[in-house]
């Protein structure tokens, strides 16, 4: 069973940058796509970016430019860098695991962005 761990949300202001991170246990991260979505109050779950175990990433186009996603294989980790932080980014972020036909997630961070 693999276990997913977000952390690096918080509160920061309109314009700003936060750094998210996702870390897996097991050893199976190397071979995963990983993703990261968003959820807002009273919306659904939607992708923000992923990356595969090729390096190639997509972006929804609202946060193209703004936001990277990366992955390092050695620690087991995924982050999503986001910077030029608008309002309406505000949600909780989860990062999923995508591997061998099964999908994990994580708790979800929360990030607030105030105007």
């Known amino acids: 069973q693999v276990q997913l761990v977000e952390s690096g949300g918080g509160l920061v202001q309109a314009g700003g940058s936060l750094r998210l991170s996702c870390g897996a246990s097991g050893s199976i991260f190397s071979f995963s796509t990983m993703g990261w979505y968003r959820q807002a109050p009273g919306k659904q779950r939607d992708l923000v970016a992923s990356?595969?175990?090729?390096?190639?990433?997509n972006y929804v186009d609202s946060v193209k430019g703004r936001f990277t996603i990366s992955r390092d294989n050695a620690k087991n980790t995924a982050y999503l860098q986001m910077n030029s932080l608008k309002p309406e980014d505000t949600a909780v972020y989860y990062c999923k695991m995508h591997v061998f036909r099964d999908d994990y997630w994580g708790q979800g961070t929360q990030v607030t962005v105030s105007s």
């Open positions: 990356i595969n175990s090729a390096g190639i990433r």
